[in-house]
C-alpha cells in the first residue's frame, strides 16, 4: 500500500509558475512509475508528466513540454512537477499518481494509486 499526498497548488496569472509536490509513503516496490494526471471541468483524466523511478526517464504530454518538468527526489520520496509559462488550459484538478510497472505511461487505468488532488487555477 502506499499514501500520496500532493501540495503546491493554487492561482496564479497566465505565464506564472507553481511546483507542485508529491509526497509517498508505504510500500516502496509500488513506486515504479510516478508523476501527475489532471482533470479539468467536463473533461477526462490526462496524464501530464510521468518519471520512471528506477533510472529518472521521464515522459511528458505534448501541452506541457518544455513547460513543465518533472523531478525526484529519492531520499525524500517525492517527485515534483515544475510549472512554467502557465497558460489558462492548464486550469485542473492535479493528482499525484504511482505504479509499480511499466506501459503506456499515460493510461490512467494501469494506475491504482491516487493522491487527493490540488487545484491549479490560472487565469488570463
Same mark, same amino acid.
Given at each position: 500500500?502506499?499514501? =500520496?499526498?500532493?501540495?503546491?497548488?493554487?492561482?496564479?496569472?497566465?505565464?506564472?509558475? =507553481?511546483?507542485?509536490?508529491?509526497? !509517498?509513503? $508505504?510500500?516502496?516496490?509500488?513506486?515504479?512509475?510516478?508523476?501527475?494526471?489532471?482533470? @479539468?471541468? $467536463?473533461?477526462?483524466?490526462?496524464?501530464? !508528466?510521468?518519471?520512471?523511478?528506477?533510472?529518472?526517464?521521464?515522459?511528458?504530454?505534448?501541452?506541457?513540454?518544455?513547460?513543465?518538468?518533472? &523531478?525526484?527526489?529519492? !531520499?525524500?520520496?517525492?517527485?515534483? =512537477?515544475?510549472?512554467? &509559462? =502557465?497558460?489558462?488550459?492548464?486550469? @485542473?484538478?492535479?493528482?499525484? !499518481?504511482?505504479?509499480?510497472?511499466?506501459?503506456?505511461?499515460?493510461?490512467?487505468?494501469?494506475?491504482?494509486?491516487?493522491?487527493?488532488?490540488?487545484?491549479?487555477?490560472?487565469?488570463?
Amino acid at each position: 500500500q502506499v499514501q =500520496l499526498v500532493e501540495s503546491g497548488g493554487g492561482s496564479v496569472q497566465a505565464g506564472g509558475s =507553481l511546483r507542485l509536490s508529491c509526497v !509517498a509513503s $508505504g510500500d516502496s516496490y509500488i513506486r515504479v512509475f510516478m508523476g501527475w494526471f489532471r482533470q @479539468a471541468p $467536463g473533461k477526462e483524466r490526462e496524464g501530464v !508528466a510521468i518519471i520512471y523511478t528506477v533510472t529518472s526517464t521521464t515522459y511528458y504530454a505534448d501541452s506541457v513540454k518544455g513547460r513543465f518538468t518533472i &523531478s525526484q527526489d529519492n !531520499a525524500k520520496n517525492t517527485v515534483f =512537477l515544475q510549472m512554467d &509559462s =502557465l497558460r489558462p488550459e492548464d486550469t @485542473a484538478m492535479y493528482y499525484c !499518481a504511482v505504479r509499480p510497472y511499466g506501459g503506456i505511461w499515460d493510461r490512467v487505468s494501469t494506475y491504482n494509486h491516487w493522491g487527493q488532488g490540488t487545484q491549479v487555477t490560472v487565469s488570463s
